[in-house]
């Protein structure tokens, strides 16, 4: 099993790394800011970097959806963990494409609304975690697991 984690660094990583106990017996890959926390939280691992800033950026979309068809081509993860922000679009549209899982875990600080990028992959989610009962209402099919901290 291979495993993409992408996201921003940052909170977004962070809850990512979290999930060690899951990730760490199995071929992953990591997306991510080339930025100092995410080098030295991810130091030894395989990380290719992303553009960013990626907020409401035209240009960021671009080259982030050009990186995603080009590393899924190449890697050709299983499944594809994401805790935002804008950079896993591009990687969940076109990893359903490829064949890829996707899974999606709204961040904890998210109570009662959506976040943009929540929106943009719940279409092409294939498990979608909130981490507050109150989420169920703003996406349906979500599993609700409770906090991961």
């Given at each position: 099993?291979?495993?993409?984690?992408?996201?921003?660094?940052?909170?977004?990583?962070?809850?990512?790394?979290?999930?060690?106990?899951?990730?760490?017996?199995?071929?992953?890959?990591?997306v991510t800011f080339d930025k100092e926390d995410a080098r030295s939280l991810l130091s030894g691992e395989t990380v290719y970097p992303c553009y960013y800033?990626?907020?409401?950026?035209?240009?960021?979309?671009?080259?982030?959806?050009?990186?995603?068809?080009?590393?899924?081509?190449?890697?050709?993860?299983?499944?594809?963990?994401?805790?935002?922000?804008?950079?896993?679009?591009?990687?969940?549209?076109?990893?359903?494409?490829?064949?890829?899982?996707?899974?999606?875990?709204?961040?904890?600080?998210?109570?009662?609304?959506?976040?943009?990028?929540?929106?943009?992959?719940?279409?092409?989610?294939?498990?979608?975690?909130?981490?507050?009962?109150?989420?169920?209402?703003?996406?349906?099919?979500?599993?609700?697991?409770?906090?991961?901290?």
């Open positions: 099993m291979k495993v993409c984690f992408v996201g921003s660094s940052g909170g977004h990583l962070t809850h990512l790394y979290m999930l060690k106990p899951f990730w760490e017996n199995k071929e992953r890959f990591w800033p990626t907020n409401r950026s035209l240009k960021a979309l671009f080259i982030n959806t050009t990186l995603a068809i080009r590393l899924l081509r190449k890697e050709r993860p299983d499944f594809i963990i994401s805790s935002g922000a804008a950079v896993a679009v591009p990687f969940f549209w076109f990893g359903k494409l490829f064949g890829a899982k996707t899974i999606y875990i709204e961040v904890f600080d998210r109570i009662d609304k959506p976040t943009m990028t929540g929106k943009m992959v719940y279409p092409v989610t294939d498990k979608f975690i909130v981490q507050w009962e109150e989420m169920k209402q703003v996406y349906p099919k979500a599993i609700n697991f409770g906090s991961i901290f």
